[in-house]
């Protein structure tokens, strides 16, 4: 799962127009920090300030370009970037690493969890696919998910 969470916080970073192949020596250096494989999948960097403090001093050492920065500083204090901050904010942690992450921030009746129909997204634990196919047949919606609004990408 770690690699599409990853790819999950990515995103956030393309949306924005940001050239994240620059990323790759900031999240090299990561992996070799934390020893693991998927850094960007694991809470520490983002949750607590030490590890925004080793994102910070890697993003510095790599000259990683302001529009692709994990953590920023605002008024001294280290933050969560805009991007990152969505990502975080879709994401349920355990034991420090991703669980179950929301494809859709603003949509949090849909998620994804590994241990749940192989990580496909789902609303109570009905696969998405199946509802879009119901709804475009022309089938009315459960009562549960017409206050659902969904984002123009999806």
């Not at 370009?65 to 942690?93: F, K, T």
């Not at 034991?95 to 179950?100: A, F």
């Amino acid at each position: 799962m770690g690699e599409f969470v990853e790819t999950r916080l990515l995103a956030e970073y393309r949306e924005q127009g940001a050239a994240i192949l620059h990323m790759r020596p900031a999240v090299e250096r990561l992996r070799e920090e934390l020893n693991t494989r998927y850094p960007l999948a694991t809470a520490w960097p983002f949750l607590e300030v030490e590890g925004r403090e080793l994102v910070q001093r890697i993003q510095a050492d790599v000259g990683l370009q302001s529009s692709l920065q994990l953590v920023i500083v605002r008024s001294g204090q280290l933050l969560l970037a805009p991007e990152a901050d969505r990502y975080v904010r879709s994401a349920e942690y355990e034991e420090g690493s991703v669980v179950r992450l929301r494809p859709f921030a603003e949509v949090p009746q849909v998620f994804m969890d590994s241990l749940r129909r192989s990580g496909h997204p789902t609303v109570r634990a009905v696969p998405t696919d199946v509802i879009a196919e119901q709804f475009r047949a022309g089938t009315p919606l459960c009562r549960s998910l017409p206050t659902m609004t969904f984002p123009r990408s999806m």
